[in-house]
Nanobody, 126 residues
C-alpha cells in the first residue's frame, strides 16, 4: 500500500523559507516521478513542480520559478520542496504526488499522478 507523508509545513513570515519533505515507507518515492501541488482555500489544486526519477530534471510553475527547488534523496525515499522568498499568496495545503507511468511532456495536471499524500499546511503571513 502506497503511503506518502508530507511534513515540514507551518507558519512563516513573508520572505522566509520552509522545506517540505515527502517520504514513504516503501520505494514509491525512489522509483517514481514526483510532483508537488498546492491548493489554496476556494481554489483548484495547482501544479508547483516535479522532479524526474533520477533527479536530473525538474520543472516548475512560473509562479514559483526561481524561489522553489525540488530535490530528492532516493536512498532515503524522500523528496523535498525548498521554498524561499515566500509570499502570502503561497499559502496553501501542499501535496506530494507520485507518477509511476512513463515520463512525457507537460505532466502538470493532477490526473498525471496516481498516488497522493495527505497534504501539509503552509501559511505565509504578511
Amino acid at each position: 500500500q502506497v503511503q506518502l507523508v508530507e511534513s515540514g509545513g507551518g507558519l512563516v513570515q513573508a520572505g522566509g523559507s520552509l522545506r517540505l519533505s515527502c517520504a514513504d515507507s516503501g520505494r514509491t518515492v525512489s522509483r517514481n516521478i514526483m510532483g508537488w501541488f498546492r491548493q489554496a482555500p476556494g481554489k483548484e489544486r495547482e501544479f508547483v513542480g516535479f522532479i524526474s526519477r533520477s533527479g536530473a530534471a525538474t520543472e516548475y510553475a512560473d509562479s514559483v520559478k526561481g524561489r522553489f527547488t525540488i530535490s530528492r534523496d532516493n536512498a532515503r525515499n524522500t523528496v523535498y520542496l525548498q521554498m524561499n522568498s515566500l509570499k502570502p499568496e503561497d499559502t496553501a495545503v501542499y501535496y506530494c504526488a507520485a507518477r509511476p507511468r512513463p515520463y512525457r511532456d507537460r505532466i502538470y495536471a493532477s490526473y498525471d499522478y496516481d498516488y497522493w499524500g495527505q497534504g501539509t499546511q503552509v501559511t505565509v503571513s504578511s
